[in-house]
């Protein structure tokens, strides 16, 4: 009578468990309203599987428990609390699984002392336990595991659904798992390996997918920021135009009084320093394309503020892809440049830029002198730094963008950058 007593309290709880911590694990919230709610709904499954015990008795009952238990479970889940089916069964799954905590410890006591009280009465001791664990330290994580997507709900479900099912046919409907069949004893070591390696190729793809899209995320804060510069300088030339205009009339009756007072030479210094204040506000022709002109006219002044000598030789007429990519990669290029100039304990600074068309190709080219020698990883310079390899990540994305190449280099004291597109 007492170890009966006890199997129906082993079963009570069990099948409290389950509909909690299923419930729970999607992310209901643990308030008396819903307690009171899943505890109706556990009357409701426990007097179906009361019946089902007194008609057919334990063993069918047993077997049909998916039927009577899980299924109905599901159903409420989806219907009551509008959770998607996929996130409702492989709640439920990870919930069978976890019953497995307390049925090995079962095992083992029963192992130990051959007493079947000890057996029922360590079971419900480990629920109640692994009940308040999981409700603590677990629920919270598995709410935001199983709000994810189909395709990745299908690979976190895979093998609690694999053991759901291979227990239910080793143990309810079968002895296999009992029977000493090495190939059903190993079986959920091959459904591990299987779920482990698919885990892995769909790990992979979506971190490449989060790589990708933080790439793109950290290219586009990159080119925020260089429209700003741009915007700044564009503002500041416009303002330095509007003040040379407005001064223009007083420049030109100064130079008027110069020659009308025969100082010619006091004159034509007045021009220059009148031209040198012009500088800013000009874009250098290089080539036939504007942009092009106004990105390097552009760096030409930054470099020259920060005592940066430029050299270009543009022979390129024309580009026949993206303008702005290529004014992207070359606006990482050229800053990248001239930081490391700028940061560099050298003497003489400077840079050459080459830009070129050659058998329907761009050819760019751009080099200046480093005492430190970079480190490379696969080919691609690294500093180390948080922030600082963005440049070079962005040009190598644009490039792959065009179908093009790109090749980093150090040669004869100087760091080379070269791209093929």
Known sequence: MFIQILSAIHNLTTLLFGIFISAFFLGVKQNHKNIFTLLLFSCFEGILYITSFLLFGEIVSNQIYPLIVHLPLTLFLYLYYKYPLISCSTSIFSAYLCCQISNWIGLFTLSITGAKWCYYFSRIITTFITFFLLCHFVCRTTTAIFAKDKRELCIIGFLPFVYYIFDYASTKFSNLLYSGSKAIVE???????????????????????????????????????????????????????????????????IILTLLQNDNTDKAIK????????????????????????????????????????????????????????????????????????????????????????????????????????????????????????????????????????????????????????
């Open 187 to 253: 079986f959920m070591g091959f459904a591990f390996c299987i779920a482990y390696l698919v885990f892995l190729l769909v790990y992979f793809r979506e971190y490449e997918q989060k790589q990708e899209i933080r790439q793109c995320s950290n290219l586009m804060e990159m080119q925020l920021l260089s429209i700003q510069k741009e915007i700044e300088h564009v503002k500041s030339s416009k303002h330095t135009l509007s003040i040379l205009r407005h001064d223009m009339r007083h420049h030109l009756s």
């Open 270 to 421: 007045y021009i220059k320093k009148i031209g040198e204040a012009y500088d800013d506000t000009i874009i250098t022709t290089y080539c036939k394309n504007e942009m092009l002109n106004s990105v390097i006219s552009i760096y030409q002044m930054r470099f020259t503020d920060r005592g940066i000598s430029l050299n270009c030789n543009i022979s390129c007429e024309s580009i026949p892809f993206s303008e702005i990519a290529f004014c992207a990669i070359l606006s990482n290029a050229l800053e990248n440049s001239m930081h490391a100039l700028e940061d560099a304990n050298i003497e003489e600074k400077w840079a050459n830029l080459t830009i070129s068309n050659r058998e329907n190709c761009l050819l760019l080219r751009l080099e200046n002198p480093t005492r430190k020698v970079p480190k490379f990883i696969d080919g691609v310079p690294v500093s180390g730094k948080k922030g600082h390899d963005i440049g070079v990540k962005s040009i190598i994305y644009y490039v792959d963008q065009l179908n093009g190449q790109w090749h980093f280099s150090v040669s004869n004291g100087c760091f080379i950058v070269k791209v093929i597109i």
